[in-house]
């Protein structure tokens, strides 16, 4: 069992950076691939970024590649998305999520309740 704990939302301007964190708890961490999604009202959840269970390798989306960064932090039970550069799109809930089928995130086992994070001037 894994519990994911989001924090770090808020709101900002455009150009401007946040950083999300997802506290997990279980035993079993160190074995999930994490990752991030978002979704916004009326939209269906749409991936953001995922790391495989030991950090090595990393995905991000396209809208976000060279913007955010997803780490994952197995000493601290942790998964952060650092996001610069801000823009208004990049408004939504983010979802931590856990896999331990690996970074596909195709359906992944454990979610967390969301954060909001609005980008507005």
């Known amino acids: 069992q894994v519990q994911l704990v989001e924090s770090g939302g808020g709101w900002v301007q455009p150009g401007d950076s946040l950083r999300l964190s997802c506290a997990a708890s279980?035993?079993?961490?160190?074995?999930?691939?994490m990752g991030w999604f978002r979704q916004t009202l009326g939209k269906d959840r749409e991936f953001v970024a995922s790391?495989?269970?030991?950090?090595?390798?990393?995905y991000h989306a396209h809208s976000v590649r060279g913007r955010f960064t997803i780490s994952k932090d197995v000493t601290k039970n942790m998964v952060t998305l650092q996001m610069n550069n801000l823009k208004p799109e990049d408004t939504a809930v983010y979802y931590c999520?856990?896999?331990?089928?690996?970074?596909?995130?195709?359906?992944?086992?454990?979610w967390g309740q969301g954060t909001q994070v609005t980008v507005s001037s």
């Open positions: 279980g035993r079993s961490f160190r074995d999930y691939a």
């Open positions: 999520a856990a896999d331990l089928a690996g970074p596909d995130m195709r359906n992944p086992d454990y």
């Open positions: 790391v495989n269970w030991n950090n090595r390798n990393r």
